[in-house]
């Protein structure tokens, strides 16, 4: 069975960090590639970051891009997404997801196979 389990979520004041993790299973994850997502109340799901397994691409959105940093590890089956100089903005439930499929990276939802449940990030001011 394919699971995506995201976790790490929490209340951090503004300027804080957070770390959340991607633990996954039932599939081989180097065939993959990763992404976060996140959705604020009354928004879109927004892709946020992406990293192909295969080779460690890496892609940011421009709102996170320089605070955000997404990892993988390997051996854990785990990716991780560590988020520094949080503000009110970042408030949102956070998912990951994988894809399989070519091209790199993918940034709609509907590009995606499979989703683990989200983690609820929020950044007090």
């Known amino acids: 069975e394919v699971q995506l389990q995201a976790s790490g979520g929490g209340l951090v004041q503004a300027g804080g960090s957070l770390r959340l993790s991607c633990a996954t299973s039932?599939?081989?994850?180097?065939?993959?590639?990763i992404g976060w997502f996140r959705q604020a109340p009354g928004k879109d799901r927004e892709a946020i970051s992406c990293?192909?397994?295969?080779?460690?691409?890496?892609y940011y959105a421009a709102s996170v891009k320089g605070r955000f940093t997404i990892s993988r590890d390997n051996a854990k089956n785990t990716v991780s997404l560590q988020m520094n100089d949080l503000e009110p903005e970042d408030t949102a439930i956070y998912y990951c997801?994988?894809?399989?499929?070519?091209?790199?990276?993918?940034?709609?939802?509907?590009?995606?196979?499979?989703w683990g449940q989200g983690t609820q990030v929020t950044v007090s001011s």
């Open positions: 997801a994988a894809y399989s499929s070519s091209g790199f990276p993918h940034l709609q939802a509907n590009g995606y196979e499979h």
């Open positions: 990293i192909s397994i295969k080779d460690g691409r890496t």
């Open positions: 039932g599939f081989t994850l180097r065939d993959y590639a």
